[in-house]
T-cell receptor
Framework: KAGVTQTPRYLIKTRGQQVTLSCSPI?????VSWYQQTPGQGLQFLFE???????NKGNFPGRFSGRQFSNSRSEMNVSTLELGDSALYLC?????????????FGPGTRLTVL | GQNIDQPTEMTATEGAIVQINCTYQ??????LFWYQQHAGEAPTFLSY????GLEEKGRFSSFLSRSKGYSYLLLKELQMKDSASYLC??????????FGSGTKLNVKP
Protein backbone atom coordinates (compact mmCIF):
# COMPACT_ATOMS: atom_id res chain seq x y z
CA LYS A 1 0.00 0.00 0.00
CA ALA A 2 1.51 3.32 -1.08
CA GLY A 3 2.12 5.88 1.64
CA VAL A 4 1.29 9.57 1.75
CA THR A 5 3.08 11.49 -0.97
CA GLN A 6 3.83 15.18 -1.08
CA THR A 7 5.11 17.31 -3.92
CA PRO A 8 7.35 19.11 -4.32
CA ARG A 9 9.81 17.99 -1.66
CA TYR A 10 11.77 21.24 -1.70
CA LEU A 11 10.79 24.72 -2.75
CA ILE A 12 12.52 28.09 -2.71
CA LYS A 13 10.44 31.25 -3.12
CA THR A 14 10.86 34.94 -2.49
CA ARG A 15 8.79 37.21 -0.29
CA GLY A 16 5.49 38.22 -1.80
CA GLN A 17 5.17 35.19 -4.04
CA GLN A 18 2.59 32.48 -3.62
CA VAL A 19 3.04 28.72 -3.44
CA THR A 20 0.89 25.62 -3.85
CA LEU A 21 1.77 22.33 -2.17
CA SER A 22 0.18 19.00 -2.99
CA CYS A 23 -0.61 15.94 -0.90
CA SER A 24 -1.91 12.53 -2.01
CA PRO A 25 -3.28 10.49 0.91
CA ILE A 26 -3.20 6.75 1.39
CA UNK A 27 -5.83 5.05 -0.72
CA UNK A 28 -9.14 4.90 1.17
CA UNK A 29 -8.27 7.72 3.54
CA UNK A 30 -10.70 10.61 3.37
CA UNK A 31 -9.13 12.97 5.88
CA VAL A 32 -6.11 15.10 5.09
CA SER A 33 -4.55 17.41 7.65
CA TRP A 34 -1.83 19.97 7.10
CA TYR A 35 0.80 21.03 9.62
CA GLN A 36 3.59 23.56 9.74
CA GLN A 37 6.73 22.46 11.55
CA THR A 38 9.42 24.89 12.63
CA PRO A 39 12.25 24.40 15.14
CA GLY A 40 10.82 27.00 17.49
CA GLN A 41 7.10 26.19 17.31
CA GLY A 42 6.99 22.46 16.75
CA LEU A 43 4.12 20.96 14.80
CA GLN A 44 1.25 23.39 14.36
CA PHE A 45 -2.10 22.43 12.92
CA LEU A 46 -3.16 24.36 9.84
CA PHE A 47 -6.40 22.71 8.72
CA GLU A 48 -8.10 19.43 8.02
CA UNK A 49 -10.20 18.41 5.06
CA UNK A 50 -12.65 15.54 5.09
CA UNK A 51 -14.68 14.57 2.04
CA UNK A 52 -13.83 17.84 0.25
CA UNK A 53 -14.94 20.00 3.18
CA UNK A 54 -12.76 21.89 5.61
CA UNK A 55 -13.64 20.29 8.93
CA ASN A 56 -11.15 21.99 11.24
CA LYS A 57 -8.94 25.03 11.09
CA GLY A 58 -5.98 26.16 13.18
CA ASN A 59 -4.91 29.68 14.07
CA PHE A 60 -3.22 30.77 10.88
CA PRO A 61 -3.90 33.90 8.82
CA GLY A 62 -6.10 33.84 5.75
CA ARG A 63 -3.01 33.73 3.51
CA PHE A 64 -3.03 30.01 4.22
CA SER A 65 -5.77 28.15 2.42
CA GLY A 66 -6.45 24.69 1.14
CA ARG A 67 -8.82 22.46 -0.69
CA GLN A 68 -9.54 18.80 -1.22
CA PHE A 69 -10.60 17.10 -4.40
CA SER A 70 -13.06 14.27 -4.92
CA ASN A 71 -10.19 11.74 -5.01
CA SER A 72 -9.10 13.01 -1.54
CA ARG A 73 -5.96 14.64 -2.87
CA SER A 74 -5.38 17.96 -1.20
CA GLU A 75 -3.58 21.18 -1.99
CA MET A 76 -2.41 23.91 0.30
CA ASN A 77 -1.80 27.46 -0.89
CA VAL A 78 0.13 30.24 0.79
CA SER A 79 -0.17 33.68 -0.72
CA THR A 80 2.03 36.74 -0.18
CA LEU A 81 4.84 34.70 1.33
CA GLU A 82 6.72 36.04 4.34
CA LEU A 83 10.14 35.06 5.65
CA GLY A 84 8.46 33.45 8.65
CA ASP A 85 6.64 31.01 6.39
CA SER A 86 9.88 29.10 5.90
CA ALA A 87 9.14 25.71 7.41
CA LEU A 88 8.53 22.04 6.78
CA TYR A 89 4.92 21.53 5.71
CA LEU A 90 3.61 18.08 6.54
CA CYS A 91 0.41 16.51 5.46
CA UNK A 92 -1.14 13.54 7.19
CA UNK A 93 -3.95 11.27 6.14
CA UNK A 94 -6.35 9.10 8.08
CA UNK A 95 -9.72 7.44 7.68
CA UNK A 96 -11.04 10.46 9.56
CA UNK A 97 -13.84 8.69 11.33
CA UNK A 98 -14.31 8.79 15.07
CA UNK A 99 -12.75 5.92 16.96
CA UNK A 100 -10.20 5.18 14.29
CA UNK A 101 -6.61 5.64 15.01
CA UNK A 102 -3.56 7.29 13.78
CA UNK A 103 -2.58 9.69 11.10
CA UNK A 104 0.06 8.75 8.58
CA PHE A 105 2.46 11.49 7.62
CA GLY A 106 3.99 12.28 4.28
CA PRO A 107 7.69 13.20 3.92
CA GLY A 108 6.90 16.91 3.89
CA THR A 109 7.68 19.88 1.67
CA ARG A 110 10.58 22.02 2.82
CA LEU A 111 9.71 25.63 1.92
CA THR A 112 12.37 28.32 2.07
CA VAL A 113 11.34 31.94 1.64
CA LEU A 114 14.13 34.37 0.75
CA GLY B 1 -6.95 27.23 24.21
CA GLN B 2 -5.15 23.97 23.77
CA ASN B 3 -1.98 23.29 25.70
CA ILE B 4 0.31 20.28 25.49
CA ASP B 5 3.54 20.25 27.48
CA GLN B 6 6.49 17.91 27.31
CA PRO B 7 10.17 18.31 28.21
CA THR B 8 12.35 19.80 25.51
CA GLU B 9 15.25 17.40 25.74
CA MET B 10 16.34 14.28 27.62
CA THR B 11 19.47 12.15 27.65
CA ALA B 12 19.68 8.47 28.54
CA THR B 13 22.14 5.62 28.23
CA GLU B 14 21.93 2.70 25.84
CA GLY B 15 20.20 -0.26 27.50
CA ALA B 16 18.46 1.91 30.09
CA ILE B 17 14.79 2.86 30.54
CA VAL B 18 13.49 6.38 29.92
CA GLN B 19 10.11 7.95 30.63
CA ILE B 20 8.89 10.94 28.62
CA ASN B 21 6.01 12.82 30.22
CA CYS B 22 3.24 14.79 28.58
CA THR B 23 0.56 16.91 30.21
CA TYR B 24 -2.35 18.34 28.31
CA GLN B 25 -5.28 20.71 28.60
CA UNK B 26 -7.67 20.55 25.67
CA UNK B 27 -11.30 21.44 25.13
CA UNK B 28 -12.12 17.85 24.21
CA UNK B 29 -10.45 14.48 24.21
CA UNK B 30 -10.63 11.66 21.72
CA UNK B 31 -7.33 9.94 22.32
CA LEU B 32 -3.68 10.60 22.97
CA PHE B 33 -0.99 9.62 20.49
CA TRP B 34 2.76 9.32 20.59
CA TYR B 35 4.86 9.75 17.48
CA GLN B 36 8.57 9.29 16.83
CA GLN B 37 10.37 11.65 14.49
CA HIS B 38 13.96 11.16 13.39
CA ALA B 39 15.80 14.26 12.21
CA GLY B 40 14.80 15.18 8.69
CA GLU B 41 12.03 12.59 8.54
CA ALA B 42 8.26 12.56 8.97
CA PRO B 43 6.68 11.53 12.28
CA THR B 44 5.73 7.87 12.59
CA PHE B 45 3.03 6.48 14.87
CA LEU B 46 4.11 4.73 18.07
CA SER B 47 1.11 4.35 20.36
CA TYR B 48 -2.46 5.34 21.11
CA UNK B 49 -4.38 5.62 24.39
CA UNK B 50 -8.02 6.52 24.76
CA UNK B 51 -8.79 4.80 28.07
CA UNK B 52 -6.86 5.13 31.32
CA GLY B 53 -4.06 2.68 31.82
CA LEU B 54 -1.01 1.22 30.20
CA GLU B 55 -0.67 0.09 26.59
CA GLU B 56 2.37 -2.06 25.86
CA LYS B 57 3.91 -2.58 22.46
CA GLY B 58 7.27 -4.32 22.53
CA ARG B 59 9.92 -2.03 24.02
CA PHE B 60 7.47 0.88 24.07
CA SER B 61 4.64 1.46 26.54
CA SER B 62 2.31 4.41 26.95
CA PHE B 63 0.23 5.37 29.95
CA LEU B 64 -2.77 7.65 30.21
CA SER B 65 -4.62 9.30 33.08
CA ARG B 66 -7.50 11.35 31.71
CA SER B 67 -8.46 12.80 35.09
CA LYS B 68 -4.95 14.20 35.49
CA GLY B 69 -4.45 15.19 31.85
CA TYR B 70 -1.25 13.17 31.88
CA SER B 71 0.49 10.61 29.76
CA TYR B 72 3.94 9.11 29.55
CA LEU B 73 5.88 7.12 27.00
CA LEU B 74 8.21 4.50 28.42
CA LEU B 75 11.08 3.21 26.33
CA LYS B 76 12.90 0.13 27.58
CA GLU B 77 16.25 -1.39 26.57
CA LEU B 78 17.22 1.81 24.81
CA GLN B 79 19.06 1.52 21.54
CA MET B 80 21.08 4.14 19.71
CA LYS B 81 18.44 4.20 16.97
CA ASP B 82 15.93 5.47 19.55
CA SER B 83 17.64 8.87 19.41
CA ALA B 84 14.84 10.98 17.95
CA SER B 85 12.15 13.47 18.89
CA TYR B 86 9.03 12.10 20.54
CA LEU B 87 5.80 13.98 19.94
CA CYS B 88 2.74 13.84 22.16
CA UNK B 89 -0.54 14.63 20.40
CA UNK B 90 -4.14 14.87 21.57
CA UNK B 91 -7.14 14.43 19.29
CA UNK B 92 -9.81 16.95 20.18
CA UNK B 93 -13.57 16.86 20.16
CA UNK B 94 -13.77 17.58 16.43
CA UNK B 95 -11.15 14.89 15.59
CA UNK B 96 -8.46 17.53 15.12
CA UNK B 97 -4.92 16.89 16.37
CA UNK B 98 -2.88 19.07 18.71
CA PHE B 99 0.83 18.36 19.04
CA GLY B 100 3.33 19.18 21.75
CA SER B 101 6.67 20.70 20.74
CA GLY B 102 8.38 17.35 21.08
CA THR B 103 11.02 15.86 23.35
CA LYS B 104 14.43 15.31 21.82
CA LEU B 105 15.89 12.09 23.23
CA ASN B 106 19.64 11.61 23.07
CA VAL B 107 20.79 8.04 23.64
CA LYS B 108 24.47 7.79 24.51
CA PRO B 109 26.66 4.66 24.50
Amino acid sequence: KAGVTQTPRYLIKTRGQQVTLSCSPISGHRSVSWYQQTPGQGLQFLFEYFSETQRNKGNFPGRFSGRQFSNSRSEMNVSTLELGDSALYLCASSFGREGLREQFFGPGTRLTVL
Amino acid sequence: GQNIDQPTEMTATEGAIVQINCTYQTSGFNGLFWYQQHAGEAPTFLSYNVLDGLEEKGRFSSFLSRSKGYSYLLLKELQMKDSASYLCAVRGERQEFYFGSGTKLNVKP
